[in-house]
Structures are given as structure tokens and as C-alpha cells.
């Protein structure tokens, strides 16, 4: 993989992270697997939290921000303690 891939990838998965945690603190939750938890009990579909609009799809997430900036990524558990993996097309988008 070249460097600006790798960069590329590195911003992507950086920003899931923040927005993320800026998720879990806007729900007064503190893990991950708090997260999922949550999840299986409350099915809304969006979340505005602090001006930040969280649309979940099947096993995901689309985000989009005052400035109507987006990013779209997939759960899984696979990541461990991150919240994202490289799809390459999420990647792309």
C-alpha cells in the first residue's frame, strides 16, 4: 500500500474514532460494548448529538455534520477496541 493510501486510511479510521466517541459521550456511555448493549434495547434510527447527525443502517452508521460533511462505516466486533476496518469502497466514498 502507498503512503497516501495509508494516510488516507489512517484519516478515515481516525475520524470514525472521533466521531464515535463523541457518540458514546453525547449518550452518557463509556465503552464499546456499552454501545452494543445499548443498541439492542433503543432502535432509533438517528441521533442528533451536538449538532452532529448519526443515521444507523443495517450494521452501520452515515454521519453527517453541520457543514453537510459525511462518512459512512460499518460495526463489528472484529476491530476489537477500534470502531471501524478499511472498506474499501466506504473508503473511496
Request: proline content about 1%.
Amino acid at each position: 500500500m502507498n503512503d497516501k493510501l495509508k494516510s488516507l486510511a489512517k484519516e478515515y479510521t481516525d475520524k470514525v474514532e472521533s466521531l464515535c466517541i463523541l457518540m458514546l459521550e453525547g449518550l452518557n456511555l463509556r465503552t464499546k460494548k456499552d454501545w452494543f448493549n445499548y443498541r439492542q434495547s433503543h432502535y432509533d434510527m438517528e441521533y442528533n448529538i451536538n449538532g452532529i447527525k448519526y443515521i444507523f443502517h443495517g450494521s452501520g452508521c452515515r454521519v453527517l455534520n453541520k457543514d453537510g460533511n459525511v462518512i459512512d462505516w460499518d460495526f463489528r466486533f472484529l476491530f476489537g477496541s477500534r470502531w471501524c476496518g478499511i472498506d474499501p469502497w466506504k473508503l473511496a466514498n
